[in-house]
């Protein structure tokens, strides 16, 4: 999401003359696009403004702005920083460039946050449309540099309603609302001739996609099938799926019908112990969501699945956390992105639960876990080896070890499977944005390595 917004940001700001450069050192404008899941993420946008603010020191006409959720969350707050002069929530980025040239110019510190977050009005609404419509598209200076190459992020809902109990996502970014279908095809055939090859459909619970025009309701399994009628996308994906029924095996069914949707779903399960989901307010239980696992492998046989996992929540014990190491175990992800529980301000959790798992146990088992998962990982990467696997290359891997020139005098590079897995191998650059087949040769946990063939 945050990806797709600094793009969005970006590419108005090149439109209104303003060129990006890679040195805060050069900038007269720089923003910081914040995310608040974590307290982490906040805490290092607050040391990235104690840097700022030396430098303004001796560049006092610089300009420094905060957009996206922590922006929403902490409003005024923030504009009291000695170093901020824009605070401009995720509704309000349609004006970016207003705000922009208002600081530059009138050198007064502005404010633009939505007071009633969860009412978004309908003229806001369509103000966020008509800025996404516009400036992710090419025709518009758009801008590339965040996804690798020859990939595009397109969204397919904004918001959310579900009220995790630790989530702030839907203080911070209001209702869920599905883009037009229209209008996320459109996008997408623009992207397509623009040489895009791979379009990732974004929503915080994309499954739940759902859009009526006239008699039809549109869900996702019909936006996959109307993006993969688009010629030059060869490949299509969408997250973050969450564990609920609604068009389940209907999405399923499309993946499994279509070779241009990839065989990959984001799943977050959270937790493991039925007691610990109920107070997350996660609509499941272990076993259902096992299920809903099962019936995806046995839908699409070669699907990869990722999970979420949330550890220390309120009141795990270590009985509800072997829950989760079972339901890890059994449900054979891909990979798992683990964290520790952050209580964020304002949630259910944060405002009736007490943080209590102390954070030397958060840690244990987060560790725990990360290892119960590499070594699945491990097995599930091995069964790679000696296989021919079809890559979308996106670029020069980013490991400057790893980034040598190989024998045959070309750079590594960084490819990634229908099934999102990242395969790391020596081939000309010109092949950035690009397909390509990989024989695989070695293979890490999460690192598959290979000869071009
Ligand atoms: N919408 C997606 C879903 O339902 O799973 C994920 C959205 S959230 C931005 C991404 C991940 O951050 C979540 O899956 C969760 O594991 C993690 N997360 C969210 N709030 C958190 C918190 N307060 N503390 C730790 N992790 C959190
Ligand atoms: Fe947050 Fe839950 Fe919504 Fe995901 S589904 S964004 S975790 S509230």
């Not at 959310?160 to 702030?168: D, L, M, P, Q, V």
Request: aromatic share 8%.
């Amino acid at each position: 999401m945050n990806k797709l917004d600094t793009a969005l940001v970006s590419s108005a700001l090149k439109e209104a003359g303003f060129e990006l450069t890679n040195s805060v050192k050069e900038a007269d404008v720089v923003l910081i696009n914040t995310c608040s899941v974590r307290e982490h993420a906040e805490q290092r946008v607050l040391s990235h403004l104690g840097h700022l603010k030396h430098i303004k020191e001796s560049r006092p006409d610089m300009v420094v702005g905060v957009i996206g959720c922590m922006a929403q969350r902490l409003g005024d707050k923030l504009l009291e920083h000695e170093a901020v002069d824009i605070v401009c929530g995720p509704a309000q980025i349609p004006k970016i460039t207003d705000f922009v040239l208002q600081a530059l110019q009138e050198k007064k510190k502005c404010l633009a946050v939505t007071k009633k977050i969860r009412e978004t009005s309908e003229i806001q609404a369509q103000a966020l449309e008509g800025f996404e419509s516009v400036y992710s598209s090419p025709a518009s200076g758009w801008e590339n540099r965040n996804f690798g190459m020859g990939q595009a992020y397109v969204r397919a809902m904004r918001g959310c309603n579900n009220f995790c109990s630790y989530c702030i996502v839907p203080y911070v970014r209001g209702p869920e609302v599905s883009r037009p279908p229209e209008a996320i095809i459109e996008q997408i055939k623009k992207l397509a001739g623009a040489g895009v090859k791979q379009v990732t459909l974004l929503g915080q619970r994309v499954n739940a996609y759902k859009y009526k025009s006239g008699e039809k309701t549109y869900c996702l399994a019909d936006l996959l099938e109307m993006a993969s009628d688009v010629e030059g996308i060869g490949w299509i994906r969408f997250v973050t799926s969450y564990p609920s029924e609604e068009f389940f095996d209907e999405i399923l069914r499309a993946m499994a019908g279509s070779p241009k949707v990839c065989n990959y779903l984001h799943l977050p399960a959270q937790s493991g112990s039925d007691k610990i989901l109920r107070a997350m307010n996660r609509h499941y239980t272990a076993s259902q969501y096992l299920e809903l696992v099962g019936r995806a492998r046995s839908i699409v046989p070669d699907i990869a699945i990722a999970g979420d996992f949330i550890v220390g929540f309120p009141g795990e014990t270590e009985e509800d956390f072997q829950a989760t190491v079972d339901l890890v175990t059994k449900a054979g992800y891909k990979n798992c992105f683990i964290f520790k529980y952050s209580p964020r301000p304002d949630t259910t959790a944060d405002k009736r639960l007490q943080d209590n798992v102390p954070v030397e146990i958060k840690k244990r088992r987060n560790t725990e876990l990360l290892a119960v998962q590499e070594k699945i990982s491990s097995e599930l990467s091995r069964d790679f080896l000696g296989r021919q696997v079809r890559v979308l290359v996106e670029g020069l891997s980013k490991k400057p070890h790893l980034n040598k020139a190989g024998s045959d005098g070309n750079p590594q590079l960084l490819g990634r499977t229908a099934t999102d897995y990242i395969v790391v191998f020596n081939g000309p650059e010109s092949l950035a944005g690009e397909f390509a087949t990989v024989k695989i040769t070695k293979t890490s946990p999460l690192t598959l390595f290979g000869e071009l063939f």
